[in-house]
């Protein structure tokens, strides 16, 4: 298939219409762009073949230097390794200002409130039979004892007594007169109390009761759910309360009345289940990897006793292995924290180290008689002069790739990219290092007739493999037929118009593409904590967003007109709630207005005097009035006698509930703002905790965009200097164009959104995009003849190496569609289309357009196409699996010479 030209006239180097020329004196002259091409390829080339011939000649010595090396590195895991899961942080931009603001919110008003939640649920919950149910509930978890340590000795206590609001607070919890309880007198207690029996605190129903009956009109008659909180006071040791929480975690989990649906969470569930979500999946990781292994099993090998690869399978598996450990060892060394999106790491490299390793294989299988006759040395010097730049090309493109990623201000982004790129890098030494080490080995087994599984049993001399094992039926397809068949011009254009087709509703689909992001997907959607938010989503919606606008060092006495005109323009501001701005600077001035007693000679005209008389009458108003003990919370003042100096401020507001996160983010702007335009930043700022989240959906679409085009002009850049061919360059970086447009476009048809987890997906897809079109491109570029036989030839050496890494990496993430985890059924969606649309441009539109449009060979081809009529029967096929006829037919000869 592969061999030299009969008479090569012109070094194999083809004219610009794809044909090779018939003279010398037709041929042209290179120009400057293509002799630097031809140095740069020269250069690769040989480079690599010296890797080859070295690493054959000490294949132990390559081993054992290898695992040496990634054992070291691997330590860098051992000592320094960190893991983090707080959504507060990873995914907020470094340079956040909401970060600085968190921290300082955190300082000032430290919150030691935890919180452990039911909600029942049934067709009435105003019921007596369900309300003494929930007493129940309510009493068991009351009883739960860890060590010497119960509910009460760490509630947070409200009136003298353990703080728990419910319906239940109507009849103070009291079991007695809950057992008395009437339908009726129930609903007279809902609809009549508004101020708890047990607290003395205002009482709502709408707090306590989801789903309300009648919906309209101010008298409940039902209600489909009630939730009952349970407030704990940590100000020390968090383990206590913890220990706590899980029993009551275990005890809710077993249920309390079958009639009634109960849902249940707690404060350290948030943390608990986002680590359960990558140990849950571990064991689609471990069958992925096996499916993987056996995969290449069958496909790298020949199944009969000597040409199986079972220990070339394992090395592969190994290479994969050894790459993480790298990537981990040397992250960790450098401090980098492992986070959630870290889990899909291991199926992202082993589907980019699996095409690496059919490229390896499938080039020793594509070499030409000639060159199977050489010594071992030089024939994995010849192997590695034809895989190495294709395998240099798409790894360089990976890792710039990600590179481009790494430069996001996203900290979880950030990580994960140099956790991939390290990774990629580790495969590509690897792959060039440890397995074709390995591989050498193989080849050395199967030359000297040893057993595939057990190499120290010789097989006899006249051992001939099965005639099943000598047949490859896709490489028998790509010649006779597929490479065929996508050369008829019909076909040509059925392909062309189906791949602007679907460019078309694509690129409408990528335009659609919304921002959306929801905290519950990052919990198993099996996962008790999962049920739970759906269920208060659903029941217990309550209002937008609540946060404050927080001062500090700043002159309060003489900032009157700037603290009205705030409490004016946020009242009005149409994304705050009507009524919920409460201003403790309002509510102090209203008090001054009615000039009490204890602002005598302090006051003129009814305000403080000075910034000492102005503190003095807030402390008096926070500490005696009733109205100012309800700002009490919100004011810190940073002594309690003498002369007083008021520290943090809070004027507490809550957003409107918002449909989009679009719509979300104006409303973070306008409110940050309206602040801006009042106080300095160093003065007051507006925060609160969903501001975090918010403030990433707003840049996570710019860093998107940023990332995809910083990384495909990399891929561009890269694809041009190291195939060395501007055409063919532009032809791969339209394949992976598309490939990403059709990508995202059908992730809006599947209802996916732009997100940090479709954002890093997106990242990677135009890696593996690359992998599928570029071993295309540049094996079309090693052979000479017209363009129909360079696309023949191409497609019977690359097709299978490149169809078999993206099924091979279908097959490793194929069982990520039955996980609950939204990070890795994400995942599976992107990479699924990424694998269809890749193998589609690659192996079908690619071809097309070389086979009209293809460029020159290199000046260095000298492989020719040998025609359709070669048979590929009866152990003449020159395939992904064995050796070339040639190679096969000199071992069985040396078996039976021995």
């Known amino acids: 298939m592969n061999g030299h030209p009969e008479k090569p006239e012109m070094n194999g180097h083809a004219t610009s219409n794809g044909r090779v020329p018939s003279s010398k004196d037709d041929e042209k002259k290179p120009n400057v762009l293509q002799r630097i091409a031809n140095k740069i390829i020269w250069f690769f080339e040989t480079g690599f073949e010296k890797i080859g011939i070295f690493v054959s000649t000490h294949p132990w010595k390559t081993i054992l230097i290898s695992v040496i090396i990634t054992g070291l590195f691997c330590i860098g895991a051992g000592v320094n390794f960190t893991e983090t899961n707080d959504n507060s942080v990873i995914w907020v931009p470094a340079d956040s200002d909401f970060l600085a603001h968190k921290r300082y919110v955190e300082s000032a008003y430290p919150s030691t409130t935890r919180f452990f939640y039911l909600i029942f649920v049934s067709s009435n919950v105003m019921s007596a039979a369900v309300i003494k149910e929930i007493y129940n509930a309510y009493d068991a978890i009351m009883n739960i004892n860890s060590g010497s340590t119960n509910f009460s000795s760490i509630c947070l206590m409200s009136g003298g007594n353990c703080l728990v609001t419910s319906v239940l607070e109507l009849w103070s919890y009291d079991n007695g007169t809950i057992s008395g309880l009437s339908d009726a007198t129930i609903q007279t207690a809902v609809n009549n109390e508004t101020t708890s029996p047990m607290y003395k605190s205002p009482w709502e129903a709408t707090k306590v009761l ?88 069958i496909v790298f090998g020949r199944l009969n006793c000597v040409e199986q690869r079972v220990g070339l399978s394992l090395a592969g598996i190994i290479v994969i292995g050894m790459s993480l450990g790298f990537s981990f060892g ?105 397995f074709l080490a390995c591989f050498t080995l193989d080849i050395q087994r199967t030359e000297q007739g040893r057993n595939a599984c057990i190499c120290c049993y010789k097989h006899k001399p006249d051992y001939k493999p099965n005639k099943c094992s000598q047949r490859n039926n896709f490489n028998i397809f790509l010649r006779k037929y597929y490479s ?22 694509n690129i409408w689909g990528f335009v659609n593409l919304k921002q959306d992001y929801n905290d519950n997907w990052f919990f198993p959607s099996d996962s008790y904590a999962y049920e739970f938010n759906e269920m208060k989503d659903k029941y217990f919606p309550g209002g937008g967003a609540i946060g404050g606008v927080y001062c500090k060092n700043i002159d ?57 008389d102005f503190a003095d009458l807030l402390y008096t108003f926070v500490t005696t009035e009733v109205t100012g003990k309800r700002h009490a919370r919100y004011i810190k003042f940073l002594n309690s006698t003498g002369t007083l100096d008021i520290g943090t401020t ?27 335009g009042i106080f300095s930043e160093s003065e007051c700022f ?69 997100n940090i987890v479709s954002c890093i997906n997106l990242v990677i897809a135009i890696g ?24 023949k030839a191409t497609l019977v050496e690359m097709g299978n190496p490149v169809f078999s890494g993206g099924f091979s990496t279908f ?26 649309f890749g193998l589609f441009h690659g192996l079908v539109y690619l071809p097309v357009l070389l086979s009209w449009i293809g460029p020159s060979a290199y000046s260095t081809a000298d492989r020719r196409y040998k025609g359709d009529d070669v048979d590929l029967d009866n152990n003449k096929s020159s395939s992904l699996q064995g050796h070339d006829n040639l190679a096969m037919k000199s071992t069985h000869e040396q078996i039976r010479e021995k």
């Open 650 to 676: 809070n004027i507490p507001y809550q957003h409107i509930s918002f449909d989009t996160a679009a719509d979300e983010i104006v409303a973070m702007d306008s409110v940050v703002d309206l602040v801006k």
């Open 330 to 434: 040397l992250s960790s060394a450098a401090g980098w924290e492992y986070g959630p999106l870290h889990s899909i790491l291991p199926f992202l490299l082993l589907g980019i180290g699996v095409d690496d390793m059919f490229v390896v294989v499938g080039s020793y299988q594509s070499l030409s008689h000639h060159e199977l006759s050489l010594p071992l040395t030089q024939r994995m010097g010849k192997l590695l002069r034809h895989a190495g730049v294709s395998i240099l090309v798409t790894s360089v493109t990976d890792i710039l790739a990600f590179g481009i990623g790494a430069t996001t201000t996203l900290p979880a982004l950030k990580s994960f990219c140099i956790f991939s790129c390290l990774g990629i890098l580790g495969l590509f030494s690897l792959s060039i290092t440890f």
């Open 768 to 791: 593996l995009a690359v992998d599928y079109s570029a071993h295309i491109g540049h094996c079309f570029m090693t052979f000479v003849g017209d363009r129909n036989e360079r696309v």
């Open 686 to 754: 507006p925060y609160a905790r969903f501001y975090l989240q918010w403030q990433t959906n707003k840049v996570i679409k710019n860093e998107l965009f940023r990332n995809l085009g910083l990384a495909a002009a990399c891929v561009f850049v890269v694809t041009l200097v190291l195939i060395a061919n501007l055409w063919t360059s532009l032809l791969v970086f339209s394949c992976v164009i598309m490939t990403l447009v059709d990508v995202a476009g059908i992730m809006h048809l599947w209802g996916l959104s732009i």
């Open 556 to 612: 309060y006495h003489g900032s009157r007109s700037r603290f009205e005109l705030l409490n004016t323009t946020l009242s009005s501001n149409q994304y705050i709630t009507n009524g919920s701005v409460d201003s403790w600077f309002k509510s102090y001035t209203d008090w001054l207005d009615g000039s009490p007693a204890a602002a005598s000679g302090k006051t003129t005209n009814n305000y403080p005097n000075s910034e000492n």
């Open 210 to 297: 989801g789903e309300r009956y009648p919906i309209s009109g101010s008298t409940i008659s039902s209600a489909k759910a009630a939730i009952m909180t349970f407030y704990i006071n940590t100000p020390d040791d968090k383990s206590i309360a913890e220990a706590w929480e899980q029993l009551a975690l275990d005890r809710a989990e077993q249920g309390f009345d079958k009639n009634i649906k109960t849902y249940y969470f707690a404060t350290r569930s948030r943390s608990d289940e986002a680590g359960d979500t990558i140990r849950k999946d571990v064991n689609l990781l471990s069958v992925g990897y096996l499916l993987v292994i056996i995969y290449l099993f």
């Open 484 to 505: 065929k068949l996508i050369l008829k011009l019909p076909v040509k254009i059925v392909v062309v118009v189906i791949s602007v087709g679907l460019l078309g509703l």
């Open 811 to 836: 097959l490793a993430f194929i069982l990520l569609a039955a996980s609950k985890s939204y990070i890795f059924t994400t995942f599976f969606q992107i990479f699924f289309l990424v694998v269809i």
